[in-house]
């Protein structure tokens, strides 16, 4: 009898506890569909997702360099007398950037004066001997060649104490002055560096097997990202003919368009197209960034939003690819509001 009132108290109690189940069960199913009902529906608009022909492309990073520099120098040696130019100056061509100590050409250039003077007197008098008959005509052609050879000389002496002026080759800016007064500059020893920074180029160091389909005239895409990272074409104007021994790469230079955003020495990429795949891209506007990752709202069958995490890739012309977290076919929210909860009802335009 004992034993019988101990089966039907194990009895009783595993029925309470299935009925504690299924209370606890039937309670959260109220709760959730009373708590979906508390969210009114959103208005969206929403866009199907479908496999599109992208183009590849490869990406070449380079440097941004002036399409015109140059080492200035003395063309005279001598002490450097005065310093006319600073770097980030702005000159024209022409412009003093240097003036170079002239006292020792300024006497070749007396001496030189002098002598002229002298061979020009020698030919008046042999003129004047010869029509005497005083002088021969050999006499009267040597003192002729003595005088052309003085001035000869004379303007030679002139052309060198005018360089003694280091002048800009071009106009630009001056990026870097290397030497200082009293210092001693001689032709090749550079006193500035010159740079035209109107006209920019990318220069980048293309691989041997894509080197053989650029042609000078193609434009690429090209983003400098210190100059707001909008993207640019650039056109090539220089193909180099052989290829670096050390990298087997090909120096290609492309021109880039006036900018005022654009500085020598910024990093940039070109952007090489390499044929096309198939894709999955949305709406810029569809993808959600917190934190370290990116979502999307989804249109379920259902009629509620569901949330996604995504992995997205490139994002250009108004649209991001997704790499991971979408299928073809699904419907996404293009421009979901920002008070939109995942599971809440949604009332399609």
Known sequence: MKEETSCSNISLNALFVLGMIFATACGGDHSANHDRE?????????????????????????????????????????????????????????ETLARIDAEELNASRERAKAALEQAERDLERFEKLKQSGAATQSELEQAEARQRMAAATLKEAETVADNTAVTAPFDGVVTRKLMEP??????GRPLFSMEDSSLLRLQIAVAESLAGEIKIGDAFRVRVEGAGGADVEGRVSEVAPSADVGSRTFSIKL???ANEALRAGQFGRAFLPRGDRRAL???????????????????????????????????????????AGLDGGEAVVTDPPAELRDGQPLSIK
Not at 287 to 306: L, T
Request: proline share 7%.
């Open 281 to 323: 891209r949305v709406p810029e506007s569809a993808v959600i960034a917190r934190g370290q990752m990116d979502y999307v709202f989804v249109a379920a069958d259902d009629g509620v939003a569901r949330l996604r995490i995504v992995r997205t890739g490139e994002a250009r012309d108004g649209a991001v690819e997704i790499l």
């Open 182 to 187: 009293g210092d001693f500059a001689a032709p």
């Open 38 to 94: 508390e969210f009114p529906a959103a208005p969206v608009t929403v866009q199907t997702v479908q496999s599109e022909t992208v183009p590849v492309f490869e990406e070449v990073v380079g440097t941004v360099r002036p399409r015109q520099e140059a080492q200035v120098s003395a063309k005279v040696s001598g002490r450097v007398l005065s310093i006319e130019a600073v770097p980030g100056k702005r000159v024209k061509a022409g």
């Open 255 to 257: 021109d880039l368009p």
